[in-house]
Antibody
Framework: EVQLVESGGGSVHPGRSLRLSCAASGFIFSDYNMNWVRQAPGKGLEWLSYISTSSSTIYYADSVRGRFTVSRDNAKNSLYLQMNSLRAEDTAVYYC?????????WGQGTLVTVSS | DIQMTQSPSSLSASVGDRVTITCQASQDIRKYLHWYQQKPGKAPKLLIYDASNLETGVPSRFSGSGSGTDFTFTISSLQPEDIATYYCQQYDNLFTFGPGTKVHIK
C-alpha cells in the first residue's frame, strides 16, 4: 500500500523556520517525482514545489521561491521541505505528493501555523 | 504561468440532479487535466484523469470532457456522498489547481 506520511508541522512565529519531512513506503520512492502542495484553512490547493527522481530538476511556485527549499533522500525514502522566513500567509496544511503523468497521490498532510 | 478558473464556485442541487462544473485554462493545455474530489479533513481523491478517463473504482456517474482551454466535469445523478469540493488540475506546464467548486445538497 502506498503511504506518504508528513511530519514536522506545528506552530511557529513569523520569520522563523520549520522543516517538514515526508516518509514514503509501499512503492519505489526513487522512481517517482515528488511535490509539496498546501491548503490554507478553508481555501483551495496550491502547488508549491517539484523535485525530480534524482533531484536534478527542481521547481518552485513564485509564492515560496527563495524562502522554501525542497530536497529528497532516496536512500531514506524521504522528502523534505525547508521553510524559512515564514509568514502568516504560510499557515496551511502541507501535503507531500508523488506524481506520475501529472496525477497526484497524497499524504494525509501536516498543519503549519504561523502566528505571533 | 497557466491560470485555471472554475465555475461555479459553489452550487446547491438535489439528490438525483445532474451537476456540471466547468474549468477553463488560460492557455491551451491539450488534454492534460485531471479532476479531484476533496471531502473535509481528507486529501483529494482522483476521479477523472486526462480530461475524460474515469479512474478505476470511481462510480460511472462521474464523467469529464473537453480539451484545449475548456473542460467540463459532470455528475449525472448527484448522491449524498458526493458532497465535497471538486478541483481541476493542469499538468501541461508544471501544475496548477483550479479554485474549486463546493457542492451542497439542496
Amino acid at each position: 500500500e502506498v503511504q506518504l506520511v508528513e511530519s514536522g508541522g506545528g506552530s511557529v512565529h513569523p520569520g522563523r523556520s520549520l522543516r517538514l519531512s515526508c516518509a514514503a513506503s509501499g512503492f519505489i520512492f526513487s522512481d517517482y517525482n515528488m511535490n509539496w502542495v498546501r491548503q490554507a484553512p478553508g481555501k483551495g490547493l496550491e502547488w508549491l514545489s517539484y523535485i525530480s527522481t534524482s533531484s536534478s530538476t527542481i521547481y518552485y511556485a513564485d509564492s515560496v521561491r527563495g524562502r522554501f527549499t525542497v530536497s529528497r533522500d532516496n536512500a531514506k525514502n524521504s522528502l523534505y521541505l525547508q521553510m524559512n522566513s515564514l509568514r502568516a500567509e504560510d499557515t496551511a496544511v502541507y501535503y507531500c505528493a508523488r506524481t506520475r503523468s501529472g496525477i497526484f497521490s497524497w499524504g494525509q498532510g501536516t498543519l503549519v501555523t504561523v502566528s505571533s | 504561468d497557466i491560470q485555471m478558473t472554475q465555475s461555479p464556485s459553489s452550487l446547491s442541487a438535489s439528490v438525483g440532479d445532474r451537476v456540471t462544473i466547468t474549468c477553463q485554462a488560460s492557455q491551451d493545455i491539450r488534454k492534460y487535466l485531471h479532476w479531484y474530489q476533496q471531502k473535509p479533513g481528507k486529501a483529494p481523491k482522483l476521479l477523472i484523469y486526462d480530461a475524460s478517463n474515469l479512474e478505476t473504482g470511481v462510480p460511472s456517474r462521474f464523467s469529464g470532457s473537453g480539451s484545449g482551454t475548456d473542460f467540463t466535469f459532470t455528475i449525472s445523478s448527484l448522491q449524498p456522498e458526493d458532497i465535497a469540493t471538486y478541483y481541476c488540475q493542469q499538468y501541461d506546464n508544471l501544475f496548477t489547481f483550479g479554485p474549486g467548486t463546493k457542492v451542497h445538497i439542496k
